[in-house]
């Protein structure tokens, strides 16, 4: 299906492990965004990409590392996982500058346990 | 230091009344503004949006409403339905200072229409 898909839906994970969290769309659009969304905090961006091969840092970086190798993928990698990193991971992406909306996946809902 | 602010964590209507969510920002380069709506265990979904250069944008059931001068946006929703219960962000954006890329949101309006 075309789109904007996440994996895991829901993940349970210990601290100090080490977990992926892939996103996937088949839209081709240059622009990808993690964010996380938190009781009292809305939505803040991660990290975001405007292109394969180019990453840079949103509000929250820290503790996150990402990587684009193809533009239809953006995964977001926990080195080290902790507590505070528990919360609902949202990818999403837009088509271009011309283009100010993004379009978001579903989520995956990160435990650290 | 939020740049968006939905002042009202929860807002309770009934169906086929007006619903007004309500949105302040206090960065002056922000000069395009989105509505999303989250249903639960969904990832947020674009409503609808509006540029500095109009106050109103209108698409169906839903307006946006835009004051620069007091930056202040509103979502009206007229008829409220059921199914129009969720969580509604609002977000804004910077055409230029190199953030055109970034939306920042609001910490988001619970809506809920009762019957």
């Known amino acids: 299906d075309a789109g904007i898909t996440q994996s895991p839906r829901y993940k349970i994970t210990e601290t100090g492990r080490q977990v992926t969290l892939m996103c996937h769309q088949t839209w081709s659009h240059s622009y990808m965004f993690w964010y996380r969304q938190d009781l009292g905090h809305g939505l803040r961006l991660i990290y975001y990409?405007?292109?394969?091969?180019?990453?840079d840092k949103g509000e929250v970086p820290d503790g996150y590392v990402v990587s684009r190798s193809k533009t239809e993928n953006f995964p977001l990698t926990l080195e080290s996982a902790t507590r505070s990193q528990t919360s609902v991971y949202f990818c999403?992406?837009?088509?271009?500058?011309?283009?100010?909306?993004?379009?978001f996946g579903p989520g995956t809902r990160l435990t650290v346990t | 230091d939020q740049q968006v602010k939905q002042n009202s964590p929860s807002l309770s209507v009934q169906e086929g009344r007006i619903s007004i969510l309500n949105c302040d920002y206090t960065n002056s380069m922000f000069d395009y503004f989105l509505w999303y709506k989250k249903y639960p265990a969904e990832g947020p979904t674009f409503l609808i949006s509006i540029s500095s250069i109009k106050d109103k944008n209108e698409d169906g059931r839903f307006t946006v409403f835009l004051n620069k001068s007091a930056k202040h946006l509103s979502l009206h929703i007229v008829p409220s339905q059921p199914g129009d219960s969720a969580v509604y962000f609002c977000a804004a954006s910077a055409s230029s200072g190199g953030s055109n890329y970034k939306l920042t949101f609001g910490k988001g309006t619970l809506l809920t229409v009762n019957p």
């Open positions: 999403a992406s837009r088509a271009g500058l011309a283009s100010y909306e993004q379009y």
């Open positions: 990409s405007a292109a394969a091969d180019i990453t």
